[in-house]
């Protein structure tokens, strides 16, 4: 997240702040909870042909919104969840990417 701001002497500067995901859980389809694992989702993205500098540009950008859906004190999302903003985010991207991750993520949920 960027926040412009400034100090006493009216100097205006930007600073970029990242939420903590070490402390967020995913809710999995067999009713277990795991730590969000930025790993898998590269692993996933991956899996569709992306390159690694795609995935890791397309990461940020899930991660971002999947963050947008969580309220402060909410300490869990669902991995359905995820998995819908991925394909959200991939679709915005390219169309192909996004049904092979859709089959993939399917597969996975099977």
């Not at 205006?12 to 070490?22: G, I, P, R, V, Y």
Request: contains cysteine; glycine residues 2%; proline residues 1%.
């Amino acid at each position: 997240m960027w926040r412009r701001r400034s100090c006493k002497n009216a100097h205006k500067f930007t600073t970029t702040e990242q939420a903590d995901l070490s402390e967020l859980l995913v809710d999995k389809h067999d009713d277990t909870q795991e730590p969000f694992d930025t790993y898998k989702l590269g692993l996933s993205l991956s899996k569709c042909g992306l390159t690694t500098s795609e995935v890791v540009e397309l990461q940020r950008t899930i991660i971002t919104n999947v963050l947008k859906h969580i309220d402060a004190d909410m300490t869990a999302t669902t991995s359905t969840y995820i998995a819908d903003t991925a394909y959200s985010v991939l679709r915005n991207y390219d169309v192909q990417y996004a049904n092979r991750y859709k089959s993939y993520s399917q597969q996975l949920t099977d």
